[in-house]
C-alpha cells in the first residue's frame, strides 16, 4: 500500500508515455463510495424527472424554464459540490464533481448551463478570489441564488483569446473600472446575474478578469443565438458599455486574466470528457432498446451483425473514454492532497493539482468530444429513417453533440496544445521525454527483442502492446521535436498526428488497467463484456497509431530515417489477431440483453 | 410527534426477474426503496417540516438493505432501524414492525400499500391488528390538525374522506406526495445518522415457498381482416383451444 501511495504522489501529468502503469496505480469508477453513487443517482434522477420530459420546453427557450432548473439543482445541492462547506457548498473533491458532470452530461442543453454556472461561473472566484470576493458569492453560487457565466470570447478573439479587445478603464479617483467591449457565445447570458469578464488594461500584455453584476448596470445583449444544438441554453452577445466596476471586483491581480481563463478552461476540459459519458450512456440505452423493438425482415434489427457493430463500438469507447476519465480525476485529487500535505493552501492547491494534468485534460476534451460524436451518429443510423425525425431522441443528441469538439478549445488547439505542452515540460526537465526518445532509438538500431509476454499473467500480452505504443510515441515526438526544434508549432499537420497517437496511448491504457483492476475485485467471468471491451479498444488504438504513426513519420523524416521510423513503427504496433466480428458480437449481445448500456459502474 | 416509516428493500422496477436455485437472482441487480413506500416516506418528511415531527425508518433485512435504509436517512428520516432478518413473509415483517413499535408510541406508522416485489399488501393490516390501532388503505391523501388526520381513499365509483384518531396505521400511494430526490446535504448527513441494527423476534414461520417460476412469455399477437372469421374461428378453436 504504501508502494502505491508513493508511486501515486509522484505522478505528473503527462508522465504516462515515460512509466509503465500498474492496474493499483489508476482509480476506476467501480470504487466510488457508496454515497458519490448516491449523489449520482440523485442527479440521475433530476435529470429523468426534470429535464428529458421537458426538453422541448426547454429548447423552446421558455422564458424563466433554464432558471427553475436551475433552482431545483441548486435546492438539490448539486451547484455547490465543488464549493468548500465555509461557502455554502459541498467540498466535494473533484472526482466527485467529474461523476456529477458524467451524469448530468445526459442532460442536453441543461448541462451547458449547468457546466456554465458551477465551472466556469463559479471556479475563477473560488480559486482566484479574495476572502471577501468569496463570502459575497460563493453561497449564492452554490444555491443558484445567483446564476453566472463567462465572458472571455469576443468576435475576433476565439481560439487566441488574449488578443481581446474589451478595454478596462480605471477611473481617475482610482476607485471604478469601467469595462467597454463586446462579447460572443455567452452562456446562461439572458439571465445571469454574475458575469466573469475579461478586458485588457491599457496596453498590457495579458487580459485581467472581473466579477460584474448585472446590477452594475450599463449592460446590453443582443437576441439569443439560434444554432444548431443546445438550443436551451441560453447564450447571446453581452455588450458593456462603460460598465462601472468597483476596483475590489478585480479577480487575482491586474494582467492575471488569461491565466485564470487557460486554469479554468482546463478545468472545463477535464469535466467535458467527463459530460460526454452520460450522454454516451443515455444514447446507448436508447438505441439499444430500438433495435430490440423495431423489427425489420421478420426479426429484431438487433439481430444483425451490422447493428450489433455499432453498438459493441459505441459501448466500448465509451467505456474507454470513463476509463480515462476517472483516472485523470483521482490523479488530479491525489495531487492536490499532496501539494496540501506539503503546506500549500487549498484553492492554490487545487488549481496546481488541475495544471499539473493539463495535458489529460486536453486528451479528455478531445477524445470524449469525438467518442460522443460517434455515438450519437451512430445512434442516428440505428435508428434509421426514425434516428432523423425529430420526435425521436436521437435527432435532439446528434445535433446538441456537435459543440462539444468546438468550445472548451477547439479539439485541434488541444490537440496541438497538449503536444507543446509535452515538449515544454521536456525541455524545462520536468518529464523525460528526449532521454526515453533517444533509448527508444537505440533499441531501433539493435536486435529486436523476442522476448513473449508471461502468458500465465492476466493482460500480459495487452501491456506488452502498450509498452510499445509508448515507444511508438515517443520515437515520432522525439524525431519530430529534433527535426523542427522551435519551428514545431508550424507543423501543425505533424502535431496533430502525434497527438492523436498521445491520446489513444493513454485511453487504452486507462481501460486495459481499469479492467485489470475490474476483474481484480469480480473476476474474469463477471467481467466478459469489459475484457472483450478493452481488447476490442487496445486492437482500435494500436490501428490509429500505426495509420497516424506513417502520416507523421512520412511528412517529415528523410528517406533513410523514413525506413527506420516506419520499420520501427511497425515493429511498435504489432498486435496479436482478436476475432473482431465475435468480440463484438459478445458485446453487442450483453448490451441487447439488458436493452441498455450494460457496463455501467 | 412520532413517525414510524416501514421501508422495503425492493428490485429496481425495471430490473429484468430471474431465478437461480430457487431463489430471485440478484446479480447485477439494482435494489430501491418500494415505489410506494417512496411516498410515505415523502409524506412523513414533508409532515416533519410542518409538524415538527420525528421520523425513522424501519426496515426488516440483512445487511445488504443497508443503502437503501441510508437512502431513507437521506431523504430525510432522522434515524433507522433495521431488523437483522431475512424478511421471510409479511407475516414474519409485521411480527417485527409491531415489536419495535410496541415500546415507542408511534403516533403514525406509514408504509405503501404494497411493496413492488412480491405486492403482498397485507403489512398494514397485520402490523395494525398486531398494535390494535386501525389501518388505512390506500391512503392517497393525508392531513393532520391535532390529534386527528384526514385521508382520502379511493373506493369503487369514486372517493371516501376519512378522519382517524392518531395513532394509526396507513399504507399509502400517490398522489399522497411526490417523491423525493434525496439531496446532497442530506446524502452527505445520512452516513452520520443513527442506524441501529436490532435482532429479530421469531415468530412461527407461516409460509413455505415451494418454487418460483416466471409467468409465460406472451404469444406474439395474431391478426385477422374482418372478412376472413373462419380462420378466426380455427384459430380459436385449434391453435388457442379456447372455443
Not at chain 1, 69 to 86: Q, T
Not at chain 1, 419 to 443: C, N, Q, T, W, Y
Request: aromatic residues 8%; negative net charge.
Amino acid at each position: 500500500m504504501e508502494t502505491i501511495e508513493r508511486n501515486r504522489e509522484a505522478l505528473k501529468g503527462g508522465e504516462f508515455l515515460i512509466r509503465e502503469s500498474e492496474a493499483s496505480d489508476i482509480f476506476t469508477p467501480e470504487e466510488f463510495s457508496e454515497e458519490q453513487r448516491m449523489m449520482a443517482d440523485s442527479s440521475r434522477t433530476f435529470v429523468d424527472r426534470e429535464v428529458h420530459p421537458h426538453a422541448d420546453r426547454m429548447d423552446a427557450l421558455e422564458e424563466g424554464f433554464m432558471e427553475s432548473l436551475l433552482d431545483k439543482a441548486g435546492e438539490l445541492g448539486m451547484l455547490g459540490v465543488s464549493v468548500p462547506e465555509e461557502y455554502g457548498g459541498l467540498g466535494m473533491n473533484f472526482n466527485t464533481s467529474m461523476l456529477l458532470a458524467d451524469v448530468i452530461g445526459a442532460g442536453g442543453s441543461f448541462c451547458t448551463a449547468f457546466g456554465a454556472q458551477t465551472g466556469i461561473g463559479t471556479l475563477p472566484i473560488l480559486y482566484y478570489g479574495t476572502e471577501e470576493q468569496k463570502q459575497k458569492y460563493l453561497p449564492k453560487l452554490a444555491t443558484g441564488e445567483y446564476k453566472a457565466s463567462y465572458c472571455l470570447t469576443e468576435p475576433d478573439a476565439g481560439s487566441d483569446a488574449n488578443s481581446g479587445k474589451t478595454k478596462a478603464v480605471l477611473s481617475a479617483d482610482g476607485k471604478t473600472y469601467h469595462i467597454t467591449g463586446q462579447k460572443m457565445w455567452i452562456t446562461n447570458a439572458g439571465f445571469a446575474d454574475i458575469f466573469i469578464v475579461f478586458a485588457r488594461i491599457e496596453d498590457d500584455k495579458n487580459l485581467t478578469a472581473f466579477i460584474v453584476e448585472k446590477g452594475f448596470g450599463n449592460i446590453t445583449m443582443n437576441e439569443e443565438e439560434k444554432k444548431m444544438g443546445i438550443k436551451g441554453s441560453s447564450t447571446r452577445q453581452v455588450f458593456f458599455n462603460e460598465t462601472p466596476v468597483p476596483v475590489e471586483n478585480m479577480l487575482a491581480g491586474r494582467g492575471e486574466g488569461f491565466k485564470i481563463a487557460v486554469n479554468i478552461l482546463n478545468i472545463g476540459r477535464l469535466k467535458l470528457g467527463a459530460g460526454v459519458i452520460g450522454g454516451c450512456k443515455y444514447v446507448i440505452s436508447q438505441a439499444a432498446q430500438y433495435a430490440n423493438e423495431r423489427k425489420q425482415f421478420g426479426q429484431s434489427i438487433g439481430n444483425f451483425g451490422a447493428i450489433k457493430y455499432k453498438l459493441a463500438q459505441m459501448s466500448a469507447r465509451t467505456y474507454a473514454i470513463e476509463s480515462a476519465c476517472y483516472r485523470a480525476g483521482e490523479d488530479v485529487d491525489n495531487k492536490v492532497k499532496d501539494l496540501k500535505a506539503k503546506g500549500m493552501e487549498d484553492a492554490e492547491a487545487k488549481l496546481k493539482g488541475i495544471e499539473q494534468f493539463a495535458i489529460e485534460a486536453a486528451i479528455l476534451k478531445v477524445h470524449g468530444s469525438e467518442v460522443l460524436d460517434y455515438v450519437v451518429d451512430e445512434g442516428v443510423q440505428i435508428y434509421g429513417g426514425m434516428g432523423f425525425s425529430a420526435d425521436a431522441p436521437m435527432e435532439r443528441a446528434y445535433r446538441d453533440a456537435r459543440i462539444s469538439r468546438i468550445y472548451e478549445g477547439t479539439n485541434e488547439i488541444n490537440r496541438m496544445l497538449l503536444v507543446g505542452m509535452l515538449l515544454r515540460r521536456s525541455i524545462k526537465g520536468e518529464l523525460d521525454i528526449f532521454e526515453h526518445a533517444k533509448a527508444v532509438g537505440e533499441e531501433l538500431m539493435g536486435v529486436p527483442s523476442f522476448e513473449t509476454p508471461d502468458d500465465s499473467e492476466f493482460f500480459a500480452k495487452e501491456k506488452a502492446v502498450l509498452k510499445n505504443m509508448k515507444k511508438a510515441v515517443l520515437m515520432t515526438l522525439g524525431k519530430a521535436a529534433l527535426t523542427f526544434k522551435e519551428n514545431i508549432n508550424d507543423e501543425q499537420e505533424i502535431l496533430m498526428a502525434i497527438a492523436d497517437m498521445i491520446i489513444e496511448t493513454y485511453v487504452a491504457e486507462s481501460t486495459i488497467l481499469r479492467t485489470e483492476k475490474l476483474v481484480g475485485v469480480r473476476g474474469e467471468e463477471a467481467c466478459r463484456g469489459q475484457i472483450e471491451m478493452s481488447r476490442l479498444y487496445l486492437n482500435y488504438a494500436v490501428e490509429i497509431l500505426a495509420t497516424k504513426g506513417r502520416e507523421a513519420i512520412s511528412s517529415f523524416a528523410t528517406s533513410d530515417e523514413m525506413r527506420v521510423m516506419l520499420m520501427g513503427l511497425k515493429r511498435f504496433t504489432k498486435i496479436d489477431p482478436i476475432n473482431m466480428r465475435d468480440t463484438r458480437r459478445e458485446i453487442a449481445n450483453i448490451t441487447l440483453a439488458k436493452s441498455e448500456y450494460a457496463f455501467d459502474i | 410527534m412520532k413517525i414510524l416509516v416501514c421501508i422495503s428493500h425492493v428490485p429496481d422496477t425495471t430490473s429484468k426477474i430471474k431465478f437461480s436455485d430457487n431463489a430471485l437472482d440478484t446479480n447485477g441487480m439494482s435494489f430501491v426503496i418500494g415505489p410506494y413506500d417512496d411516498y410515505a416516506l415523502a409524506r412523513a418528511v414533508e409532515l416533519k417540516e410542518s409538524h415538527k415531527a420525528t421520523v425513522t425508518a424501519i426496515n426488516v433485512g440483512k445487511s445488504d438493505t443497508e443503502p437503501t435504509i441510508r437512502k431513507a436517512l437521506a431523504i430525510g428520516a432522522d434515524d433507522a432501524i433495521r431488523v437483522d432478518a431475512e424478511p421471510i413473509d409479511a407475516f414474519f415483517v409485521a411480527t417485527q414492525i409491531a415489536e419495535i413499535a410496541k415500546s415507542e408510541n408511534y403516533d403514525l406508522i406509514l408504509m405503501g400499500r404494497e411493496a413492488s416485489d412480491y405486492n403482498g399488501g397485507q403489512v398494514h393490516g397485520m402490523v395494525a391488528e398486531m398494535l390494535d390501532m386501525q389501518a388505512i388503505v390506500p391512503c392517497m391523501t393525508l392531513d393532520i390538525d391535532g390529534n386527528t388526520a384526514t385521508m382520502t381513499r379511493e373506493i369503487e365509483g369514486g372517493k371516501e374522506i376519512i378522519t382517524c384518531d392518531l395513532p394509526f396505521v396507513a399504507g399509502c400511494q400517490e398522489p399522497i406526495a411526490e417523491w423525493k430526490i434525496p439531496n446532497m446535504r442530506g446524502i452527505m448527513m445520512a452516513r452520520k445518522k443513527p442506524l441501529k441494527v436490532v435482532e429479530a423476534v421469531q415468530p412461527e414461520v407461516l409460509i413455505e415457498t415451494k418454487s418460483y417460476e416466471l409467468p409465460p412469455a406472451r404469444s406474439n399477437c395474431k391478426m385477422f381482416t374482418s372478412d376472413d372469421m373462419a380462420s378466426l374461428v380455427r384459430a380459436l378453436k385449434e391453435e388457442a383451444k379456447v372455443i
